[in-house]
């Protein structure tokens, strides 16, 4: 099972660099759509990696119906509703900044909560 948490921590990584790149990107780095364009594809690939490959590590040495589980299955669904947001609105050239910023932090922020959960597991 080493494999599967290897893989599973690589994805969260991957989730990471998505968060940096916006991050840039919102802070007014100069970038081209491909630059996004890898950074969605980045999230895509980890946030499946990290939902599936967590799903498994779960059945195997936890309850799936713990509580951090839920949480962490809860949170990885907003963040990822909050990233197709921000996506939006940084391609849209017409967007204001500023609400490409607030949907990317309030990501970030949950993307962090995330962490947490993984690291400390309350309740477990």
Known sequence: MEYVL??????AFMLLGTVVVYSAIVLGAPHDTLTATVADRLWDV???G???LGIWLALDDYDILDGWIIGAIVLWIVATVL???SRM???DDGAVRGQAALFHWVRAIVV???LYL???????
């Open 118 to 124: 993984m690291i400390f597991k309350p309740g477990a």
């Open 46 to 48: 980890g946030g499946l």
């Open 83 to 85: 990233g197709v947001r």
């Open 89 to 91: 609105l940084v391609q």
């Open 112 to 114: 962090l909560l995330i």
């Open 6 to 11: 290897f893989f599973h921590v690589l994805a």
């Open 50 to 52: 990290t939902l599936v």
